[in-house]
């Protein structure tokens, strides 16, 4: 199965090496997030019922890239995944805050129709150079492009522009202005959007690179370096004719004399992400009740499940164990876990997207079989298979592993009560 994966554009398979974890196995798919769980599969000669399909892939945190990684991190050997220097190779993208970008993206686009069309080679971008000597642009440009939606490109173009004639004087995307150039007309803005980028066999992990955009010949420059834009600022006047404004987004890595990567302003749209979580604003406009974790956003620490001693066994008893330990703890049982039942629970984490309160509290706290039950536990119909995921950005995986009959589990520090 998981060999058939690798070699489908629509999903990846996980497996996992461990015997006591493996009647679960993961299925993901590549392009869409939302496919069904199934509960039955083949199993060499035989079909085992007891197994269960899931709909997303790895089982933990440390095994699953949660977070995205640094951009523009100089730390990193390579300025691009697998190659030594910028130049032409295939990729993988990598979606992170897919919600908050969408809704981004939208805002973008309501204040400027032109933010991610600047006409293509009618707006003189990546068309080829006549007369490349007394053209002002490089005669050298690498494009980034997107060939499926988990595949980009980069693809090296001799005497051709990198630059699309500019429509409006205006930061589309907003960010800080690290260059204003009065005398020369030369604005960049640094964006809150990055590229995620690994190797396109998924061996090497992914890369993070700030999407920047450039103007060159404005007529007038109204900003300053270090001003925070919004998306649609404007930053000055364009001009047209021989000293024609132009513009474009791209990408450099931070490696020394590393070259720069040109983006399309159509594949912007499609491989763009959201840098920083919503703000106080943005919670706001989603509205009051933005806790319940229904957004596929936040961190999947794990998903339900019944490998450990259930009751009834099987797929029937699938359910999560959940303790509190304000004083902390490492490892599956800290001995000073708090008095909680499953609103308790709300704050920290979701199920499916949807609060712990909002499942069947089937066992609480308290004493249970002549000893204490140091927690509660959660379960309903349909529960198994769901996501995990922690409400907060900010949380610390501090242990993960099996506990004999208690089944996999996870310890999460986030940050206090």
Known sequence: MKKYGDEKEFMEAYVSPRAEDAKI?????KTNYSCRASKVFYLGKGLYKDYVINAEYNLNARDRNTSPPKTDDPKNKEP????????????????????????????IEEK???????????????????DYNTSSQSTKVFRLKVEKVTKAKIEKLEKHTAL???????AYLGGKVTTADKNTGRVIIESDFAIYLSSADGKLAAQGYTVKQEYTSLKSVSVKEGDELEYGAKVGEVQTGDKQTKTRYYIKPPQANSSEITIGAK?????????????????????????????????????????????????????LHAEISSLGGVGFTSDVSDKITSTSLDPYITIGGKKPSQWKQTSPYGQRDGKLHEGVDIAGTGIIGQPIRVTSSKYTVNDSGTEGGYGSYVVIDIGGR
């Open 25 to 29: 196995i993961q299925i993901c798919n």
């Open 164 to 170: 699309a004639n500019a429509k409006d004087g205006v």
């Open 80 to 107: 691009l995944p697998g190659l030594k220097e910028v130049g032409e190779g295939e990729f993988k993208l990598s979606i992170y805050k897919k919600k908050i970008t969408e809704e981004r993206i939208k805002k």
């Open 267 to 319: 594949n912007a749209k499609y491989v763009i992400n959201a840098k920083s979580d919503r703000t106080d604003k943005e919670k706001e406009e989603q509205g009051a009740d933005s806790s319940d974790g229904n957004t596929e956003d936040l961190p999947i620490v794990g998903w339900i499940g019944y490998s450990g001693r259930v009751s009834p066994p099987g797929p029937k008893g699938a359910h």
């Open 112 to 130: 400027n129709k032109n933010a991610f069309n600047f006409g293509g080679e009618e707006g003189g971008q990546f068309v080829e150079i006549d």
